[in-house]
């Protein structure tokens, strides 16, 4: 199976069913680059 990073559609989705931000004083990583991380390392195995 080839890894390939999700759509705006799939991401659109996805942050809907996320809660919202909490108001932090750090920046938060962009959600849908963290889930392409967990996404590459379920596919791939980290190989």
Same mark, same amino acid.
């Given at each position: 199976?080839?890894? /390939?990073?999700?759509? !705006?559609?799939?991401?659109?989705?996805?942050?809907? =069913?996320?809660?919202?931000?909490?108001?932090?004083? /750090?920046?938060?990583? !962009?959600?849908?680059?963290?889930?392409?991380?967990? =996404?590459?390392?379920?596919?791939?195995?980290?190989?």
């Amino acid at each position: 199976m080839e890894f /390939r990073e999700i759509s !705006d559609g799939e991401c659109r989705f996805i942050k809907s =069913l996320l809660p919202p931000r909490a108001r932090t004083v /750090r920046p938060r990583v !962009d959600d849908r680059r963290v889930l392409n991380g967990i =996404l590459y390392m379920l596919v791939t195995g980290c190989k």
